[in-house]
């Protein structure tokens, strides 16, 4: 019989479901949006829903169990939500232990980043290599490192919060409370924000002239019209990630860096500046660090957080990479 995982990928903007296989092929899938403010209650209710239908799809003995991938920080060892900014409700939240209450199913909880490089790493862009660092450009900046063949966890299971590195002393405020962290420049939300103000201050840009709220989306869009303000922002944008790639390139050494989120569907255009600040800030042992896309796309973190429900059943896996140190 063919065995399954459910693999949940909870955001600030969407919740996300599939059923998968050992093998990593989803097999169904269903999303909502997230009711960001409606409180743990809400959130867990819809994470429930969209398991449920997915269960009807399917034969519920041959679910193994349920992975949930979630924003941090979450303490993974004791299963609490420490504090995720991005819903409200989730301080000090015995995550893990109210899904458990939900699901006769054993539930499996991984920081979101962290499942999206496990997801890339057995079945993605990261197939076969020993030390990967994966990156989630969205609404903030999320990611997982793979170091000598190993999760890289860290204490409380919280490692590779790269978004909040500081980049800029006193800068931009960030939603974790800081100022200055690498989200708060680099992310698509803050991407977002500094193309809706130089269009209020440019006349010369097609961005904004409709009367419509400027999306990311949009600035890449008039980028392909010719649009000078536009290319200028992505310009920018791809200067932004590349500092804070080779930042990442230094620390952990990797053999490929891998980037996801959404902001990752305009890869081929921003790829170029982001490989030209590593070709020349980099140092000279770190410059060859090849530069990918998400090969799961925005499937990453739920094939990820799945295959945590393999893993925690000691089933096999095609690819023989996460070992028993985890």
């Known amino acids: 019989m063919q065995r399954i995982a459910i693999g949940i990928d909870l955001g600030g903007t969407q919740v996300r479901a599939a059923l998968v296989d050992e093998r990593g092929n989803l097999i169904a899938r269903c999303e909502e949006r997230t009711d960001a403010q409606g409180g743990p209650d809400r959130i867990l209710a819809q994470i429930r829903g969209l398991a449920d239908e997915l269960v009807a799809t399917s034969k519920p003995s041959a679910i193994v169990g349920i ?54 790493w057995q079945f993605g862009a990261g197939k076969g290599v020993d030390n990967l660092v994966y990156v989630t450009v969205s609404t903030g900046i999320g990611g997982g490192v793979v170091s000598d063949g190993r999760v890289l966890r860290g204490r409380k299971g919280m490692a590779a919060h790269i978004g909040h590195m500081s980049v800029m002393p006193n800068g931009e405020p960030c939603p974790c409370g800081n100022r200055g962290c690498f989200e708060a420049y680099g992310s698509g939300t803050a991407f977002t924000r500094r193309a809706r103000a ?129």
Do not use: C
């Open 67 to 120: 992975g949930v991938s979630a924003p941090g920080p979450i303490d993974t060892v004791a299963g609490i939500a420490t504090s995720i900014p991005t819903l409200s409700g989730f301080t000090d939240f015995p995550l893990r232990e109210e899904l458990q209450k939900r699901f006769s199913f054993p539930v499996s909880l991984e920081n979101d980043g962290i499942a999206a490089a496990i997801g890339e």
């Open 198 to 326: 130089w269009a209020a201050e440019h006349r010369s840009t097609t961005l904004g002239k409709s009367g419509a709220e400027i999306h990311s989306r949009d600035v890449f869009s008039a980028a392909r019209s010719g649009d000078s303000l536009a290319n200028q922002l992505i310009e920018e944008e791809a200067e932004i990630l590349g500092r804070g790639f080779t930042s990442l390139i230094h620390i952990f050494s990797p053999d490929i860096l891998v980037m996801g989120g959404g902001l990752s569907n305009e890869f081929d255009r921003l790829q170029p500046g982001i490989r030209n600040y590593i070709k020349e800030w980099a140092m000279p042992g770190f410059k060859d660090v090849e530069l990918f896309r998400a090969a799961l796309g925005q499937n990453s973190g739920l094939i990820g957080a799945a295959a945590l429900a393999f893993l925690s059943e000691n089933i096999r896996l095609d690819l023989p990479l996460i070992n028993a140190d985890h």
